[in-house]
Nanobody, 118 residues
Framework: QVQLTESGGGWVQAGGSLRLSCATS????????VAWFRQATGNVRENIAS????????YYTDSVKGRFTISTNNAKNTFYLQMNSLRPEDTAVYYC???????????WGQGTQVTVTV
């Protein structure tokens, strides 16, 4: 079982930056894919960025391409979401998640609020 602990959310003005962190513990060796999701009020949760470990192949949804970067620090068993050029429409609760060999995201962080003001 893998446990995830998020940090790094908060308030920022439009155009600013934030970095979210997701620390993993437990059976980290079973992780195949790491991802960030977000859920704005009234919307469904969407996968905005993911990274296949070992292949270094990243996916980004169109709305964050060129602004957000997903990365890992294997020595710290932590992965990150660097968010630049933030916009008010990026305001949401952000969740980290990991998938094992089934590629099903079955371990989730607690969620962290990101609020972007004009």
């Amino acid at each position: 079982q893998v446990q995830l602990t998020e940090s790094g959310g908060g308030w920022v003005q439009a155009g600013g930056s934030l970095r979210l962190s997701c620390a993993t513990s437990g059976r980290a060796s079973t992780i195949y894919n790491v991802a960030w999701f977000r859920q704005a009020t009234g919307n469904v949760r969407e996968n905005i960025a993911s990274l296949m470990l070992g292949r270094n192949a990243a996916y980004y949804t169109d709305s964050v391409k060129g602004r957000f970067t997903i990365s890992t620090n294997n020595a710290k068993n932590t992965f990150y979401l660097q968010m630049n050029s933030l916009r008010p429409e990026d305001t949401a609760v952000y969740y980290c998640a990991v998938a094992g060999p089934t590629m099903k995201f079955d371990a989730w962080g607690q969620g962290t609020q990101v609020t972007v003001t004009v």
